[in-house]
Structures are given as structure tokens and as C-alpha cells.
């Protein structure tokens, strides 16, 4: 258990699905973040969230739909996914966005295959 | 654009030292971090180096010299369970995050 947990562990979802992903932390941490992660490539920044507020969206496709309802939780919402998108799909937690000394806190993941 | 380079791959075995090597490119450099992934887990934060030299932690070193644009993890007395990837990772132009290397597999063998 890292301080972030995210559900599901494993998705399988058609294309014409909607589904949800959650990431839950409590550790006080006021800064949350989604990366996608695929094979042979670096992890991809998606959204930030600050104090519940996005600070950055990534150039993401409008399929992937980020919800942040409060500091301790980050949903990250799917409609109408391409094979492509196929990935693991990493939350992540920090004290705020500019404490990269004490390191961001990862969730073990969601693991999402679009058939 | 920004970027980070890392060696894919390294092989090492029990007991030894190895080095993982990693160039950026970023603009406004805010210094350098590491993360370890075991198969199937979270990456879990290793190290920071904001200024040039050595940090020790443990068997873990992680070193960064600012003016060649470079640093490297240095990892002693191997142990199999250091078999895993490593990521070396900056802030992003925009300052809102972390950027990632493409990650290093190191494989240690007995």
C-alpha cells in the first residue's frame, strides 16, 4: 500500500463503453496527477490538479474527462476509447506541485485494455 | 523541446555496482529525480538532486553535475530485488510537473 490507491486494478472495456477510473489519497497532499504509461515509452503527463484546481492538461484527447471533487480524490472519466489508448494508467500525489525534493507518492496503477 | 535519455537496458550481478546514466534537456532546470518501478507496482521516489554532488542514501547514490546536463544512480552491493526499472525525471517547461525518462531495466542476476 503506497498512500494512493486507485480502482480498478484491471479494466477491460469496448469502445462504445463509459467507465471510471479512481484514485483516493490521504496523505494531505495537495497536488494530483494522472499518467498514462505504455509500453518502451517515457510516462506521459495527462492532467494536474492543484488544490483542486486543473493546472494542466497535456494536449489529452476530449475521451479523457478528469474530475477532481476534492483534495483526496482524482477520478479520470472514459467514453468512446480507441485500442490505443491501452495502458497503465498512473495517479500520482504531492505535497504540492513544486515539492519535487520529497518526491511524488504513485498509485500501483489501473490496467486498461480497449477491445 | 524537453527531454531526458536514458540507457534502456543494463545487466549486472549480485553483489556488484552498477550506474545508470541520464541527459536532460529542459528549460529552467529545477533539478533531478529518480524512481524505481518493480513489475506490476508503483514507481516509488528514490532521490532529488537540486545542486551539484553526491546524495547518499543507503546503497543508492544519485549524482548531478548541472553544468554537463547530466546526472546518473548509482546502486551498490546488488541485490536481485534491485531488479526493476528506473526512471530519471525533471520539471516540465510549464513548471506544473514531473517529466520522465523513457526508464532503465536493470536485470541483476546471481
Known amino acids: 500500500e503506497t498512500g494512493v490507491t486507485q480502482t480498478p486494478r484491471h479494466l477491460v472495456m469496448g469502445m462504445t463503453n463509459k467507465k471510471s477510473l479512481k484514485c483516493e489519497q490521504h496523505?494531505?497532499?495537495?497536488?494530483m496527477y494522472w499518467y498514462k504509461q505504455s509500453a518502451k515509452k517515457p510516462l506521459e503527463l495527462m492532467f494536474v490538479?492543484?488544490?483542486?484546481?486543473?493546472?494542466e492538461n497535456n494536449s489529452v484527447p476530449s475521451r479523457f474527462s478528469p474530475e477532481c471533487p476534492n483534495s483526496s480524490h482524482l477520478f479520470l472519466h472514459l467514453h468512446t476509447l480507441q485500442p490505443e489508448d491501452s495502458a497503465l494508467y498512473l495517479c500520482?500525489?504531492?505535497?504540492?506541485?513544486?515539492?519535487?525534493?520529497?518526491?511524488?507518492?504513485f498509485g500501483s496503477g489501473t490496467r486498461l485494455t480497449v477491445v | 523541446g524537453q527531454s531526458l535519455e536514458q540507457p534502456s537496458e543494463v545487466t549486472a550481478v549480485e553483489g556488484a555496482i552498477v550506474q545508470i546514466n541520464c541527459t536532460y534537456q529542459?528549460?529552467?532546470?529545477?533539478?533531478l529525480s529518480w524512481y524505481q518501478q518493480h513489475d506490476g507496482g508503483a514507481p516509488t521516489f528514490l532521490s532529488y538532486?537540486?545542486?551539484?554532488g553526491l546524495e547518499e542514501t543507503g546503497r543508492f547514490s544519485s549524482f548531478l553535475s548541472r553544468s554537463d546536463s547530466y546526472g546518473y544512480l548509482l546502486l551498490q552491493e546488488l541485490q536481485m530485488k534491485d531488479s526493476a526499472s528506473y526512471f530519471c525525471?525533471?520539471?516540465?517547461?510549464?513548471?506544473?510537473?514531473?517529466?520522465f525518462g523513457k526508464g532503465t531495466t536493470l536485470s541483476v542476476s546471481s
Open positions: 490538479y492543484s488544490l483542486e484546481e486543473r493546472v
Open positions: 496523505l494531505g497532499h495537495n497536488a
Open positions: 529542459t528549460s529552467g532546470f529545477y533539478g
Open positions: 538532486n537540486a545542486l551539484d
Open positions: 500520482a500525489s504531492s505535497q504540492d506541485r513544486n515539492s519535487f525534493n520529497y518526491g511524488y507518492t
Open positions: 525525471a525533471s520539471r516540465n517547461q510549464a513548471g506544473t510537473a514531473l517529466i
